[in-house]
């Protein structure tokens, strides 16, 4: 048998995995990013011909809710992300090392695959008074990200803590955190925010370095379009609830048990950016909307401050329950955001008020 | 006499740093230390009760 040493072909004969599986996975990975069907022989030659990069999973200011995402992703499996797409060369919570043993594997990388390693950063780095709130093997987080993250080759800050500084950000952000953006110059960042993050949009990203040789497109936050390109109140399934003026307006009453909008619980949907409502979580069964709680933003810049109260309705909205406020909400939130969120607004603003109108049209001239 | 130390632990959630002084082949003393610090119950303060748990689950 040829050897592919590090190839993600030698890697699937090795597991014993079916060519059908690896091309359903292609399949699932193109749909995510948003990408023609016809794109998906491309993303499997991608991924079975060249080497594994190396990827240094590096823990600060966390609570390993991100490591959490990918453990217990069943699609893609772990064993799929870690053993074919990616080479985990260090991840604190599940390698084998520990100590001394596990910095120098660390930094052995780092001089050996200088500039062409990936490093996904999960937790916050604290600046304050020498960034002495954080310490692995002795040295600052502040030290050792700016060291192992300044050689790579890009940046995956994992979660909104690595994004945007997170909760140890909140108010009044005792330790000074801020994210990996503030820190690193000269060397791609991607935020995948999300408190979690999906892992979804972390093999994504993976796969269209792999296959297009360049990171997607981000706005101006540094996430993906095409996981942070729309509203999550645009893709909810309880909408329809919504533009009727059907509202949960207490828990457990009438309306929540079936499954009505939860706007006026304090559901942050119409100002939050996600594609959780398409992917979802746990194997894509289900998502905090769908199981009865409003969202809370959480792929949002410092959303622990300006999304809470989580359970009061979103602030200076005077009314609610027609389709025009919401959009009102929605454009004067998306006007603050960029230019082409904005133009997604507009568009999703007039798709709607258009939308009732063009379906009478079309019920007269068939009559 | 010998100290050793043991920083990062893995396989853990958390950072945490062990410090072990060794003589004759016998742990005599021992520190650990957690070597992470976000200040939770400082962000918790003033905040409406309801969100805590939200807040509290990321420890």
Redesign the interface.
């Known amino acids: 048998m040829p050897t592919e040493i590090g190839g993600l072909k030698s890697a699937l004969i090795r597991r014993g995995m079916a060519r059908r599986d690896f091309l359903k996975f292609c399949a699932a990975m193109t749909a995510v990013l948003a990408l023609p069907s016809r794109y998906v022989p491309r993303v499997a030659a991608a991924l079975e011909g060249a080497a594994r990069p190396p990827l240094l999973w590096l823990?600060?200011?966390d609570?390993?809710?991100n490591?959490e995402s990918v453990l217990r992703a069943s699609k893609p499996t772990v064993a799929e992300l870690v053993l074919d797409v990616l080479s985990l060369d260090y991840h604190?919570?599940?390698?084998?090392?520990?100590?001394h043993q596990?910095?120098k594997s660390l930094m052995d990388t780092v001089e050996a695959y200088k500039g062409q390693y990936l490093v996904v950063v999960e937790g916050s780095i604290?600046t304050k008074d020498g960034g002495i709130?954080?310490?692995?093997?002795?040295r600052t987080a502040l030290d050792l990200v700016q060291e192992i993250g300044g050689n790579a080759a890009a940046i995956i800050a994992a979660g909104t803590c690595a994004a945007y500084g997170g909760?140890?950000a909140?108010?009044?952000?005792?330790?000074g955190?801020v994210g990996v953006k503030d820190l690193v110059n000269g060397v791609p960042v991607i935020n995948l925010p999300g408190?979690p993050m999906n892992v979804q949009n972390l093999t994504a990203v993976v796969v269209h370095y792999r296959t297009v040789g360049a990171w997607p497109a981000t706005d101006q936050r540094g996430r993906p379009m095409f996981a942070y390109g729309s509203r999550i109140h645009d893709d909810c399934e309880r909408r329809a609830h919504f533009d009727a003026g059907q509202f949960v307006e207490d828990w457990g009453d009438h309306g929540h048990r079936k499954g009505w909008c939860l706007y006026k619980m304090g559901c942050k949907g119409p100002e939050t950016f996600h594609n959780c409502p398409i992917v979802r979580w746990n194997d894509g069964t289900s998502w905090p909307i769908g199981a009865g709680h409003g969202c809370?933003g959480c792929s949002e810049p410092n959303f622990?401050d300006t999304m809470?109260?989580?359970?009061?309705r979103l602030p200076n909205v005077p009314g609610f329950g027609v389709e025009a406020t919401a959009d009102k909400v929605g454009l004067g939130i998306v006007a603050g955001v960029t230019g082409v969120f904005a133009l997604h607004g507009v568009a999703s603003a007039i798709r709607a008020k258009a939308q009732p109108v063009n379906r009478s049209k079309v019920e007269v001239e068939e009559e | 006499m010998a100290k050793i130390?043991?920083?990062?632990?893995?396989?853990?959630?958390?950072?945490l740093?062990v410090e072990a002084q060794v003589d004759d082949g016998q742990v005599t003393d021992a520190w650990s230390s957690a070597?992470?610090?976000?200040?939770?119950e400082?962000?918790l303060q003033g905040?409406?009760p309801?969100?805590a748990w939200?807040?509290t689950q990321?420890?």
């Open positions: 823990e600060y200011q609570c390993a809710g490591t604190e919570t599940v390698m084998a090392a520990a100590g596990a910095e604290p709130y954080c310490t692995v093997g002795g909760i140890p909140a108010a009044p952000n005792p330790t955190a408190c809370v622990w809470s109260p989580f359970y009061e | 130390a043991i920083d990062p632990v893995t396989r853990i959630e958390g950072h740093r070597t992470m610090w976000r200040g939770i400082t962000i905040r409406d309801r969100d939200y807040f990321r420890i």
